[in-house]
């Protein structure tokens, strides 16, 4: 499903894949995700895109955010919203659909295949608009969860599904006890 000499681009939903990583019971390691990829084709970009909270004093995930920005990964970012919602509950809302669509349009022309580590359903027209300018799609999600963390219209649109269970071995580690889930923001409605 990969060939030595495609030009590659990674583009990761953080919050998207922290999630479905998770639900399986493991973190991801990047420095071996990115070296996996690497090793399946010419990696041209590495792109991680999660939304920050930028009163906090500290965030729990701008230790990855700054590991990520020198070792590699082309960071996207952008302040956070937050919210109580009905039940009283603080919440984090920052999707980021519309800024990683936008760069996966624009590296299209450059790259033979995209890798979209996502699940989310909005991404559908994203994956059949790249597919028409030449270039292969594929998602890396997980349907070992219940309920699976890939809209089904996403998977059929892609050229090929990758588990994400399936990479475990390859790119995972043990979760860490620290769960900084509170801190990753919902995207699951899309309207900001």
């Given at each position: 499903?990969?060939?030595?000499?495609?030009?590659?681009?990674?583009?990761?939903?953080?919050?998207n894949?922290y999630?479905?990583a998770?639900?399986?019971g493991f973190?991801i390691?990047?420095?071996?995700?990115?070296?996996?990829f690497m090793?399946?084709?010419?990696?041209?970009?590495?792109?991680?895109y999660?939304?920050?909270?930028e009163n906090?004093e500290?965030?729990?995930?701008?230790?990855?955010?700054?590991?990520?920005?020198?070792?590699?990964f082309?960071?996207?970012?952008?302040?956070?919203?937050?919210?109580?919602?009905?039940?009283?509950?603080?919440?984090?809302?920052?999707?980021?659909?519309?800024?990683?669509?936008?760069?996966?349009?624009e590296?299209?022309?450059h790259?033979?295949?995209i890798?979209?580590?996502?699940?989310?359903g909005?991404?559908?027209?994203?994956a059949?608009?790249?597919q028409?300018?030449?270039?292969?799609?594929?998602v890396?999600?997980?349907?070992?969860?219940?309920?699976?963390?890939?809209?089904?219209?996403?998977?059929?649109?892609?050229?090929?599904?990758?588990?994400?269970?399936?990479?475990?071995?390859?790119?995972?580690r043990p979760?860490?006890n620290?769960?900084?889930?509170?801190?990753?923001?919902?995207?699951?409605?899309g309207?900001?």
């Open positions: 499903m990969f060939y030595r000499d495609e030009r590659l681009a990674l583009f990761i939903d953080g919050a894949l999630a479905a998770r639900a399986l973190d390691d990047y420095k071996l995700l990115r070296t996996e090793r399946r084709g010419k990696l041209l970009r590495a792109f991680y999660t939304a920050l909270l906090d500290y965030s729990p995930i701008r230790p990855l955010v700054d590991w990520l920005h020198y070792n590699g082309s960071m996207v970012t952008k302040p956070a919203k937050e919210f109580t919602d009905a039940t009283g509950r603080r919440k984090v809302k920052g999707n980021m659909d519309i800024e990683l669509t936008v760069d996966a349009m590296i299209a022309p790259v033979d295949h890798v979209l580590f996502s699940g989310d909005d991404f559908r027209p994203l059949e608009s790249l028409r300018q030449g270039v292969r799609v594929s890396v999600s997980t349907i070992r969860t219940s309920p699976p963390m890939i809209a089904d219209e996403l998977r059929r649109q892609a050229d090929n599904f990758i588990e994400l269970d399936e990479l475990r071995d390859v790119i995972g979760p860490r620290d769960d900084h889930s509170s801190r990753q923001n919902d995207d699951d409605d309207d900001d």
